[in-house]
């Protein structure tokens, strides 16, 4: 069994900055993907930021440029760097891990840009 512990969410004003971190533990497959998804109220989730255990990354285009995505495989952990935030950025980020086992997702941490 896969945990996911999330870190990093909270309020910042447009412009700011924020980092999330996953953190996985448990029995963990290889070759797998760990990134993060978004979801606001009426819309589906959507796809903001992966990268692979080979370290290929997808992005978002929205967000190109602005965030970055890098994990540690020995650690299995994952960080997302978010620069120039916009209030559309707003939403509920899970962290996921994906493998040919198992797909597994963290609680979900609120993201809120604001003036």
């Known amino acids: 069994q896969v945990q996911l512990v999330e870190s990093g969410g909270g309020l910042v004003q447009p412009g700011g900055s924020l980092r999330l971190s996953c953190v996985a533990s448990g029995l963990i497959f290889r070759p797998n993907v760990m990134g993060w998804y978004r979801q606001t109220a009426g819309k589906e989730r959507e796809l903001v930021a992966t990268v692979s255990s080979s370290s290929n990354t997808n992005y978002l285009d929205s967000v190109k440029g602005r965030f970055t995505i890098s994990r540690d495989n020995a650690n299995n952990t994952v960080h997302l760097q978010m620069n120039s935030l916009k209030p559309e950025d707003t939403a509920v980020y899970y962290c996921?891990?994906?493998?040919?086992?198992?797909?597994?997702w963290g609680q979900g941490t609120q993201v809120t840009v604001s003036s």
């Open positions: 996921s891990l994906r493998s040919y086992m198992y797909n597994d």
